[in-house]
């Protein structure tokens, strides 16, 4: 399933947020962890997480370090700040009030859908 | 197998030199990619794909180089070779020729329009300085808002709700009947072009000046600009001289040509020429301001605090005479601008060193000063009345205090790591209105307060 380009985008924050609040983590691990948490079909270029990063670390919601990793190479590892958690504290907000107002509007089309409850169409 | 890793490696460092010339991209954003590259293809080659097929696979999923540069430099736009960047494969780009050619003849009808008046009498000289004094802006700024418009590309419509504002500019600047050897004619003079500055500005965001970035570059084009018109300016006074010298040789006075043509001409143009400059060579003195703050920051921070020991020391107060209330606006001016293009040069990633330090500590000293000069000040108008320029005075002085107490709060802040940079770059690209307002209401109202005397 293609996913607009516009709501991946939009999604990108509170995703990479998300994960980061789970445990700190690294470019690639990120990827992985979006792919597993939508069943593979969310589908990002891989590049475009970094410039998202680099983003959320200007705005202080991530902070990176390089370290060595297990593999012998430098990485750079970013991990959730305080600022972080409260910005996806208000993502979180932001994107249950639009499901749950996409969720009464897909009952309610459902509803029309089905003809015994649309008795003026009778 | 050897041979295998081998190739990796060399294709690994074929693309490594490709992405570092897509210019928005940094040494570590580069090998951050490259990790992510190398993850990639050891899982693919875990999968059982091959190494070069992997390789292929890894460097697809990373996506367009292009796009990505492209990311990275809108992200890093600190980065100033984002306009390179942006401007290569930019569709609306100008081509650099029609770009000279539309400099030139605006930088013409600017000189023009300087020495036009004097058709109807108005010679520059004794006598019209007045009428100079009321235009002086109106003769340059519109041209540079021509220019920034069509650079960017805006309409017609666009431009043409800028240049509204020149008019109304011009209608109120030779319709107040301001009165001879007043003060509100000289401080509505001075503070118009800081006001049209907002126009320039709105032209050179292409009306996207509502964005803190495009707010910060302006702020690095308005700094740019103004050491490329200092540079101008001085190599005009060189000609000047020569000019006059030459023409003493052969027994001629070029005395009138320099004061009538070369000089205004001279002044009006290099405001253009100096703009024009700043947009095709971003990277030529990009550094400059920068240098210059480093160079004078701590100088600034060593007279200041030494001012302050030497006023505690001896008990000296501060003399009030006519000019030290400028005095004391020039100095925040001055203050205020090191901060400002400190911040605007500053990496927002990097963590606080002995610099920001410095610079907190040039602040604080100046604050002080300031109030030292404030308290003074209010005695004098509580005991003599407000006059027009001490009014203008004073509210500069506050419109600038309050941005820089702020500044040292949200700085102090960052030093002990409770907010990250980008507050204080907030802070600063969000007040830049403030100046604007606060120098149009002292063309606006203050003539009407002080009934234009």
């Known amino acids: 399933m293609d996913i607009n380009k516009d709501l991946v985008a939009a999604s990108a924050t509170p995703l990479v947020l998300a994960i980061l ?32 990063l680099h983003r959320l670390e200007r705005l202080g919601y991530v902070s990176g370090t390089w370290a060595t990793s297990d593999v012998g190479r430098r990485r750079k590892y970013y991990r959730i700040t305080q600022r972080g958690r409260e910005q996806l504290d208000a993502q979180r907000r932001q994107w249950q009030t639009v499901d749950a107002a996409l969720r009464n509007v897909w009952s309610v089309l459902a509803a029309h859908a089905t003809p015994d409850l649309l008795p003026q169409e009778c | 197998m050897a041979a295998n890793t081998e190739a990796l490696e060399r294709h690994i460092a074929e693309w490594r030199a490709y992405v570092v010339r897509g210019r928005g991209m940094a040494g570590s954003d580069v090998e951050e990619l490259e990790d992510h590259l190398r993850d990639e293809i050891g899982a693919l080659t875990a999968s059982g794909l091959a190494a070069d097929e992997a390789f292929l696979v890894a ?3 990373i996506g367009s180089l292009n796009a990505l540069s492209r990311e990275f430099a809108r992200e890093h736009s600190e980065r100033l070779w984002r306009q390179l960047v942006l401007g290569a494969d930019d569709p609306g780009g100008k081509s650099p020729r029609t770009e000279t050619a539309v400099v030139m003849v605006l930088a013409a009808a ?16 004794p006598g019209s300085e007045e009428f100079y004094a009321r235009n002086l802006s109106l003769f340059v700024l519109p041209f540079l808002t021509i220019y920034l418009a069509w650079k960017r590309g805006l ?43 907002l126009a320039v500005g709105v032209a050179y965001t292409g009306f996207r000046w509502r964005e803190s970035s495009e707010r ?12 490329y018109y200092v540079l101008i300016a001085l190599g005009g006074a060189v000609l000047s001289l020569l000019t006059a010298g030459m023409f003493r040789a052969i027994g001629l006075d070029a005395e009138e040509l320099i004061s009538r043509w070369l000089l205004p001409c001279g002044a009006v143009g290099a405001v253009l020429v100096g703009a024009w400059l700043v947009e095709m060579k971003p990277g030529v003195i990009e550094n400059m301001a920068p240098v210059l703050t480093r160079v004078f920051t701590p100088l600034f921070v060593l007279v200041l605090v030494t001012f302050l020991a030497t006023m505690v020391w001896t008990g000296r107060g501060i003399v009030l005479e006519r000019e030290v209330l400028i005095g004391f606006d020039l100095l925040l001016v001055v203050v205020l601008g090191l901060l ?32 030292v000069a404030l308290a003074a000040i209010a005695a004098r108008i509580s005991g003599f009345g407000f006059t027009p320029n001490r009014t203008a005075a004073l509210g500069e002085n506050l419109v600038l205090l309050v941005n820089l107490a702020w500044s040292a709060w949200l700085y102090s802040r960052f030093l002990r790591g409770r907010a990250p940079f980008s507050a204080l770059e907030r ?26 005397a």
């Open chain 1, 21 to 52: 609040a789970e445990a700190d983590s690294y470019g690639y691990a990120i990827l992985k962890r979006v792919s597993e948490l939508s069943g593979g079909r969310l589908e990002w270029s891989d590049g475009m997480l970094y410039p998202v």
């Open chain 2, 340 to 371: 400002l293009y400190a911040v605007s040069a500053r990496d927002p990633l990097a963590p606080p060193g002995l610099f920001d330090r410095l610079q907190l500590t040039l602040v604080v000293s100046a604050l002080v000063v300031d109030a």
């Open chain 2, 216 to 227: 910060m570059h302006f702020i690095r084009f308005s700094g740019e600009l103004f050491i």
């Open chain 2, 110 to 125: 600017a000189a023009v329009a300087v020495r036009l008046p004097e058709l109807f009498g108005l010679g520059l000289g």
């Open chain 2, 155 to 197: 309409g017609a419509a666009a431009l043409a709700r800028l240049l509204i504002a020149f008019a109304a500019a011009a209608v109120i600047m030779n319709l107040y009947p301001f009165q001879l050897q007043g003060q509100t004619l000289p401080l509505a003079a001075i503070h118009l072009p800081i006001a049209l500055w």
């Open chain 2, 427 to 452: 802070w600063q690209t969000s007040y830049l209105p403030v100046y604007a307002v606060w120098a149009l209401a002292v063309v606006i109202v203050f003539p009407l307060v002080f009934g234009f």
């Open chain 2, 59 to 61: 460097v697809k999923r």
